[in-house]
């Protein structure tokens, strides 16, 4: 079912959970703010919004579900906060026009594909705390030119993204 006529969404007030799909397909969403009294998103709740060219995550939230924002195509800017743990798998997959990714501290696990196939992906910034990154994270990002974690962490990330060890940089 395509959803139209719906450019950005506000949730209702006090709202805590979206439904799994709640949003798919939804064609002329560009931009979506989930509130901080949201703690839940369900799993492909986002997939195939083309228009989508923003989101910001709740604060109220600890995990980005499995194929979160697949195959937003026009998807630019995710704003990701502290208190998010992992992040699912393929979660955002597809998005071919995400130039950047700040993964901020917090976060522990990123799932297999999470980034996979974002073409314009090219600076990935990863905090201290991940410790697990699944298989397959940043495949078919040919244009990945940076993946810039803290002083002392090179030698953790090479392990964990050892195809990507040229990209890896200390800052």
Known sequence: MKKNNLPSSSMPKGATHI???????????EAI???DTVTQVGERAFIECVSLRSISFSKGMSE????????CLT??????????RSIGYNAFV???S???????????SIGDGAFAFCHKLT?????????????DVFYGCNALQEIIVPKGCKEKFV???PDWQKQIKEK
């Open 64 to 71: 980005i579900p499995l194929g979160c924002c697949a195959e």
């Open 94 to 96: 597809k998005c071919i």
């Open 19 to 29: 439904e799994h799909d709640a949003f798919a397909h939804c064609g002329d969403l």
């Open 123 to 135: 600076t990935i910034f990863l905090s201290a705390s991940v410790m697990k990154m699944g298989e």
């Open 159 to 161: 392990k964990m993204l």
């Open 33 to 35: 703010i989930i509130p």
């Open 75 to 84: 998807l630019e800017t995710i704003t990701i906060p502290p208190t998010i």
């Open 98 to 108: 995400l130039p950047t990714i700040t993964i901020p501290e917090g976060v522990v």
